[in-house]
């Protein structure tokens, strides 16, 4: 019998994960739902880890792009009445991703063995996330696919939104520091050497702005392979303390609190699970795993702990208001909102207002940041440029001034 891999939340609300051995899907799901365990993903070992772990690493990959297409096709489609089989291999034929196309031959396949759509997306949790598979299984269960097709289109296009809204806000302190390391190697390897070889034929006491230049030239000519590998090994154990729980929770905590970037970086979270959670609440998921999908779905693995704080207190009773005041993540007037959502019994209604506020703020903050980093730049460029000035022209200006005075 094949093995599955499994994550999901216990019945106290703790994050497991795991392996086991069933017959099928289907098969492993029951045993799970015995066990009174909730899922957020579970996939076929030997087809996920194995094969189509590799091909997925040497084809181009599944981006948010081709999703918003492909929903958006699925909607049309499941709206004109055609059937979810015929569908799906008609996309494979018509995709021009090849990882795509193999994806959904492989969920069609699955469908036509008996597995329900939802199951056949979750041997893809790589792909596609808990919020895409729930809205799947909410969609299958009422009739209306289409309609779930529609709201992830939606989703899946502010998604896409607020991923370009992150990378306008790094791109031009990025391209900066950028071109200010490309200048600085130019500069050291091939400017500072030539005045050297000057300096050096004159012999006279050099001031300590133009010593360090040249030491520093120096050391980036003799030692640049040492500085490509600090930066090589340095950028990969990074990249795998991110990957790791412990690494990701502390990069997550500690960019809410970068200077400038900190807040911004928060607020695209908030909004992420405003939308989300009230993206699924309007859908008819129970609030409890709505709160457990999102909490994987945020983005942030701080705030997604807090998240999951307010699972824990709301499965104590508690309203949903108190535990989100709890979290400290929230102002007192998004606080309001929900509390009036509560008792008016529009939860996801008034969760959409908080998410266009939190949208609107970020829009603002974004202008704000550009008009804060733009001169922080200049005066650094202007430090540097200054020092580099006075590491050249000092030396030449002791020796005029020794010339003249002879």
């Not at 289409?146 to 391209?175: G, V």
């Not at 590998?229 to 997550?252: I, M, N």
């Not at 309203?319 to 939860?347: C, I, N, Y």
Request: charged residues 20%; glycine residues 6%; aromatic residues 8%.
């Amino acid at each position: 019998m094949p093995d599955f891999e499994y994550t999901g939340r216990d019945s106290a609300g703790q994050q497991i994960s795991g392996q086991l051995e069933a017959s099928s899907q289907a098969a492993a799901m029951s045993q799970l739902q015995l066990k009174k365990i909730i899922l957020t993903s579970l996939a076929e070992k030997t087809l996920e880890s194995k094969g189509v772990e590799f091909s997925f690493t040497i084809k181009r990959k599944i981006a948010l792009d081709d999703q918003v297409l492909l929903t958006r096709q699925l909607y049309a489609l499941t709206k004109a009445g055609i059937p979810i089989i015929r569908a799906l291999n008609g996309l494979a034929e018509s995709s021009d991703n090849a990882r795509l196309s193999e994806v959904l031959n492989a969920i069609a396949t699955s469908l036509i063995s008996g597995t329900e759509l939802a199951t056949a997306f979750r041997q893809f949790p790589k792909i596609f996330s808990p919020i895409f598979i729930s809205m799947i299984h909410v969609g299958e269960n009422t009739g209306r696919l289409d309609l779930a097709f529609q709201k992830l289109t939606a989703h899946l296009e502010l998604e896409r939104e607020t991923k370009k809204r992150i990378k306008s806000a790094t791109r031009y302190p990025i391209f900066v520091i950028l071109a200010i390391t490309m200048a600085m190697t130019v500069i050291n390897v091939m400017v500072i050497p030539s005045f050297a070889s000057v300096f050096a034929k004159l012999g006279a006491d050099l001031p300590i702005a133009t010593r360090i230049l040249m030491a520093s030239s120096e050391f980036t000519i003799n030692y640049w392979w040492l500085i490509l590998l600090v930066l090589g090994s340095g950028s990969f154990a990074w990249v795998r303390f991110v990957k790791t729980p412990e690494g990701l929770l502390w990069w997550d905590t500690k960019k809410l609190r970068l200077p400038l970037f900190g807040s911004l970086f928060k607020r695209i979270a908030l909004s992420r699970f405003s939308r989300s959670f009230a993206m699924m609440l309007t859908s008819g998921v129970p609030i409890l795993k709505a709160l457990s999908i999102v909490a994987e779905s945020v983005g942030n693995r701080s705030i997604g702990l807090a998240i999951e704080e307010m699972y824990r207190g709301v499965e104590r009773g508690e309203r949903l208001t108190s535990t989100a005041a709890a979290t400290g993540l929230f102002t007192p007037l998004v606080l309001q909102m929900m509390a009036v959502g509560e008792e008016t019994g529009s939860v996801d209604t008034l969760l959409n207002d908080v998410a266009d506020f939190y949208e609107e703020e970020i829009d603002y903050e974004l202008k704000q940041l550009a008009d804060s980093i733009e001169p922080i730049l200049l005066v650094f460029l202007g430090i540097l440029v200054l020092v580099l000035a006075l590491g050249v022209f000092l030396p030449i200006w002791d020796l005029s001034g020794a010339m003249g005075g002879k």
